[in-house]
């Protein structure tokens, strides 16, 4: 069985990417994640320059010493540092490395292309909330409706957020009809709940640490299909079940 590596590019603070993306992965033996960091401690506008590309290039450096197949950043700052910055990133990691390379934004761009509405939910404060949301829908996607959940500048502390509370907001936002809700952070505990919350409200669910394993799967030439219990973002007849689920909702 040939072995398929996966790169991914990690915030020095984060503690809940690195054990979700290895539980992802698995049901599939042949795939294995390996992870570099680089420092990133807060959040907010006034911390934009932790997503500098020179440490980030750094750390893709180090990950293409193990010779992976594919490179993900997992993390959000095209959000705020914009979509050109998350392509900058890719295309300098593909000359540098000759390695195939996606983000977490990115992902959701391609993910979200056909959904007529889409709720946001993030961590962030309001400043870098609503520069997300003028981000995103700039670049396409059809942002219908938006909460945050602000508790802290320390990008550690997000780690400790109950997905209770994400799911909270995510339940606000599948009741105004939308087709699918976005999860808009890598440090959140919010992934291992996205098929119980599509079950729930019948909406399409796209957790960002999910979105950089289905990006660095589909790039590595991997089947994401064969990733289950995570949400309809693997499942390549999602499209049409939500579509269904969606009128069902929309007549009763």
């Given at each position: 069985?040939?072995r398929?590596?996966?790169?991914?590019?990690?915030?020095?603070?984060?503690t809940?990417?690195?054990?979700?993306?290895v539980?992802?992965?698995?049901?599939?033996?042949?795939?294995?994640?390996?992870?570099?960091?680089?420092?990133?401690?807060?959040?907010?506008?006034?911390?934009?320059?932790?997503?500098?590309?020179?440490?980030?290039?750094?750390?893709?450096?180090?990950?293409?010493?193990?010779?992976?197949?594919?490179?993900?950043?997992?993390?959000?700052?095209?959000?705020?540092?914009?979509?050109?910055?998350?392509?900058?990133?890719?295309d300098?990691?593909?000359?540098?490395?000759?390695?195939?390379?996606?983000?977490?934004?990115?992902?959701?761009?391609?993910?979200?292309?056909?959904?007529?509405?889409?709720?946001?939910?993030t961590?962030?404060?309001?400043?870098l909330?609503?520069?997300?949301?003028?981000?995103?829908?700039?670049a396409g996607?059809?942002?219908?409706?938006?909460?945050?959940?602000?508790?802290?500048?320390?990008?550690w502390e997000?780690?400790?957020?109950?997905?209770?509370?994400?799911?909270?907001?995510?339940?606000?936002?599948?009741a105004?009809?939308?087709?699918?809700?976005?999860?808009?952070?890598?440090?959140?505990?919010?992934?291992?709940?996205?098929?119980?919350?599509e079950?729930?409200?019948?909406?399409?669910?796209?957790?960002s640490?999910?979105?950089?394993?289905?990006?660095?799967?589909?790039?590595?030439?991997v089947?994401a299909?064969?990733?289950?219990?995570?949400g309809?973002?693997?499942?390549a007849l999602?499209?049409?079940?939500?579509a269904?689920?969606?009128?069902?909702?929309?007549?009763?």
């Amino acid at each position: 069985m040939n072995r398929v590596l996966l790169g991914i590019l990690t915030p020095s603070s984060n503690t809940q990417l690195e054990p979700l993306t290895v539980r992802m992965l698995d049901g599939l033996p042949e795939v294995t994640a390996h992870f570099s960091r680089f420092r990133v401690v807060d959040v907010g506008l006034e911390a934009s320059a932790q997503f500098d590309l020179d440490p980030i290039l750094a750390a893709a450096d180090l990950l293409a010493d193990a010779q992976v197949n594919a490179i993900a950043w997992s993390g959000t700052s095209g959000g705020w540092r914009g979509i050109e910055h998350d392509q900058r990133l890719c295309d300098l990691i593909r000359q540098r490395t000759g390695i195939p390379a996606t983000t977490s934004t990115l992902a959701l761009l391609e993910a979200a292309a056909g959904d007529r509405a889409v709720g946001l939910v993030t961590p962030y404060p309001d400043d870098l909330h609503d520069v997300v949301v003028n981000t995103l829908t700039t670049a396409g996607v059809a942002i219908t409706g938006s909460r945050n959940h602000f508790v802290t500048k320390s990008n550690w502390e997000l780690s400790n957020i109950p997905a209770g509370a994400i799911g909270a907001l995510a339940a606000e936002l599948a009741a105004s009809g939308v087709d699918a809700i976005a999860v808009y952070c890598t440090n959140l505990a919010a992934a291992p709940e996205a098929a119980a919350w599509e079950e729930a409200h019948g909406v399409r669910v796209y957790d960002s640490v999910a979105l950089a394993v289905w990006g660095a799967l589909r790039l590595a030439g991997v089947d994401a299909g064969r990733v289950t219990g995570w949400g309809s973002l693997f499942r390549a007849l999602a499209p049409i079940h939500f579509a269904l689920r969606q009128a069902q909702r929309q007549t009763s």
